[in-house]
């Protein structure tokens, strides 16, 4: 009987693996290619995930080429980033959907405005802004939805706990141990 109790206690208090669904936005160039300024982005999020926001994905990145020279984005260059509708293939067509970001540090020779959408720009476009000018893609980033579901293999899944489990084997173990009492 304690075995049993035991592995019914290991079972419900591990942990278990989610898959990953992954938004690939796909690269845009910005104003001529031979410009040689292009951006693409990547956000992805637990596949049991309902509110897409910035709260809850799982990991942002973006990437800026301006003239040759690749400037990666990260979180604290994010000014908005709001989603409205990842399912419809297209990011920046819904009213309140789309996205502005700065990059400015000593690390860059001018500083960079990266806005798209409606609620980024206020149009149907992407465009980045810097000192001498703008360059912009005449169109919205097309996304590509990849689902990592669990397999069991933990290949491309997150770990995420389990809390109503635990709570469940918690709730065992006290019965165990108050069953227990009472024989003494």
């Known amino acids: ?27 845009l160039v910005l104003g001529d290619e031979a410009d040689e300024t292009s951006l693409i982005g ?23 080429e301006f003239n040759g020279t690749t400037y990666n984005i990260l979180e604290d260059d994010i000014d908005e980033f709001a989603i409205v509708d990842l399912e419809n293939g297209v990011f920046g067509d819904e009213s309140g959907e789309g996205f502005q970001l700065f990059i400015e540090d000593s ?21 980045v802004f810097f000192e001498n ?14 689902v990592e579901p669990n ?11 389990e809390p109503a489990s635990f709570a469940t084997a918690m709730l065992v173990l006290f019965a165990f141990t108050s069953m227990r009492k009472r024989k003494h």
Request: with cysteine; aromatic share 16%; hydrophobic share 40%.
């Open 133 to 146: 000018g703008d360059r912009c893609a005449g169109g919205l980033f097309q996304l590509v939805k990849t």
């Open 151 to 161: 397999d069991g293999s933990n290949n491309g899944s997150t770990q995420v706990s």
């Open 1 to 27: 009987m304690r075995t049993l109790l035991a592995a019914f206690f290991i079972f419900f208090a591990s942990s278990s693996f989610a898959g990953v669904i992954t938004y690939d936005f796909t690269r």
């Open 42 to 64: 990547q956000i992805t999020f637990d596949e049991n995930e309902t509110q897409f926001d910035m709260s809850t994905w799982l990991s942002f990145f973006f990437q800026l």
């Open 107 to 127: 690390s860059v020779p001018y500083e960079f405005t990266i806005s798209s959408g409606l609620a980024g720009l206020g149009s149907t476009d992407t465009c």
